[in-house]
């Protein structure tokens, strides 16, 4: 089994900055793809920012310019560097591992995170 634990959420005014991190542990072999998802209050879960085992990225639009998504692959961390916050940036944000292999010739399989919530207001 792989648990994923995040941390770093809180309450943060307008314009300040906050680094999410998210640790994978357990039977690990590779993690494909690691990111952070968001999801408010009657809204669909969305994608905030992926990177891969490579180091591609990928960022929503509200993220670019932003957020920034770095990766310790030793670690099985990923980490989310969020600046300039927004009230609307307000979320439960989750981590997701992505693509998780425990041995080479396993299945992969998808794990999230319980989230960590994050405040953005005065």
């Known amino acids: 089994q792989v648990q994923l634990v995040e941390s770093g959420g809180g309450l943060v005014q307008p314009g300040g900055s906050l680094r999410l991190s998210c640790a994978a542990s357990?039977?690990?072999?590779?993690?494909?793809?690691m990111g952070w998802y968001r999801q408010s209050p009657g809204k669909q879960r969305e994608l905030v920012a992926t990177?891969?085992?490579?180091?591609?990225?990928n960022y929503a639009d509200s993220a670019k310019g932003r957020f920034t998504i770095s990766r310790d692959n030793a670690q099985n961390t990923v980490y989310l560097q969020m600046n300039s916050l927004k009230p609307e940036d307000t979320a439960v944000y989750y981590c997701?591992?992505?693509?998780?292999?425990?041995?080479?010739?396993?299945?992969?399989?998808?794990?999230w995170g319980n989230g960590t919530p994050v405040t953005v207001s005065s």
């Open positions: 357990g039977r690990i072999f590779s993690i494909y793809a």
């Open positions: 990177v891969t085992v490579g180091g591609s990225t």
């Open positions: 997701n591992a992505g693509g998780v292999r425990t041995t080479w010739y396993a299945s992969a399989i998808d794990y």
